[in-house]
């Protein structure tokens, strides 16, 4: 017994999915160096990776766009 559906199933493409993981972000410059020592797990990075990491921040603005959209409700976290 096959479906309507069976050989559509056999050839077509794999599904994709994306998975996007947040894990916060610094709302300010001087909270770069915090934010990325806590994403380390409490280790410090070392300063070629804190200049990279606040390169980039720099070429967005300053802060990341993330900053911005913060859930209902969030107040109560700050």
């Known amino acids: 017994m096959t479906s309507e559906n069976s050989s559509d199933n056999a050839t077509s493409a794999p599904k994709k999915a994306v998975l996007l993981m947040a894990y916060g972000t610094p709302y300010k410059t001087e909270d770069i160096m915090d934010y990325y020592t806590n994403i380390r797990h409490g280790v410090k990075p070392p300063q070629h990776l804190y200049d990279e990491l606040a390169g980039r921040y720099e070429a967005i ?18």
């Open 61 to 78: 603005g300053g802060t990341s766009p993330r900053s911005r959209m913060r859930p209902v409700g969030n107040e109560r976290y700050r």
